[in-house]
Structure formats: C-alpha cells, structure tokens
C-alpha cells in the first residue's frame, strides 16, 4: 500500500487539507507531530526554537512499517512527509498559502520573530516542494 503525504510551511493548512480529504475519501489521517511525540522520534528539543529535533531517519523507518502494515490508504500530515521514500508514495501534496496569512498564522501561535522569519523564508523559496520534487515524488500544489 502507498500513502498518501501532505507537506508544507508550518500553519499552511496541511491539516486542514489532510483531515478533510482522508474524511472525503475514506482514508485514515495520521497525525505525525502526535506519533514523534508518542514513540519518542525525536534526538531532543531546541529550546531557542521550541520545537523537537527530530530523527527523520527514525521518522521515515517507522512511518514506513505503518503504511506497511495498514490495510488503508494513509494521509500523512507533516512537513517531514516529503522525506518518505517515493516508492512508498502514491502523491504528495504541497499546501502553499499567501505571506501574509502565513505570518498572521504564526504570530497568531506567538512564534518569535527568528521562527516567523524562518518559516516564511521556507515558504518563499518553496522548500518542501524542492525537497519532495529532489526526492521523486509526483507532486501536487493545493493553495490555501
């Protein structure tokens, strides 16, 4: 079985997009901050970022044995999707979503000024689409 992977800027509507359409299409959602949390995917935390470092190399082993070892199509959502092995990928799809929302949604999160800057950088230079299009995958944009 092949997944399905929503990748993105941090708060371009990857979430919204991917609950909405695994409900449309009968598909099982996956949560991937939720499952780095749980099964402990992560080599520790940066506190000047506040966020998790993560082992995508951890993260793509387990992803990989879940869509394995499940009976549905999965849509993954994270902006780490992108790094799963393209023959593990039906299609990925990248939310993109206008500067200006895109900021207003991370001050809205009380991001700092250096994370805000980061992210909306991520977004300008289109980053996850560059990363998923270096990594084979057939590759949908979904503006939001």
């Known amino acids: ?15 919204t997009f991917s ?6 299409n009968n598909y099982e959602y996956v949560d991937v901050s939720l499952l780095i ?8 935390y940066d506190k000047k970022r506040k ?22 199509t999965l849509v993954i959502d994270s902006h780490l999707s992108h790094y799963l092995p393209e023959k593990y990928v039906k299609t990925c799809y990248i ?25 909306l950088d991520a977004e300008i230079f289109d980053i996850c689409y560059e990363e998923a299009k270096k990594a084979g995958h057939k590759v949908r944009i979904i503006k939001t």
């Open 19 to 24: 609950k909405k359409f695994a409900k449309k």
């Open 37 to 44: 949390k749980e099964n402990k995917l992560f080599d520790g």
């Open 1 to 15: 079985m092949k997944a399905i992977i929503v990748s993105g800027s941090v708060a371009s509507g990857k979430t």
């Open 51 to 72: 966020c998790y470092i993560i082992d995508t190399n951890k993260l793509n082993r387990f992803l990989t044995k879940l869509i394995q070892n499940s009976k549905k």
């Open 95 to 119: 939310i993109k979503t206008d500067l200006k929302k895109l900021k207003a949604r991370l001050e809205k999160r009380k991001y700092s000024k250096n994370k805000i800057r980061e992210n």
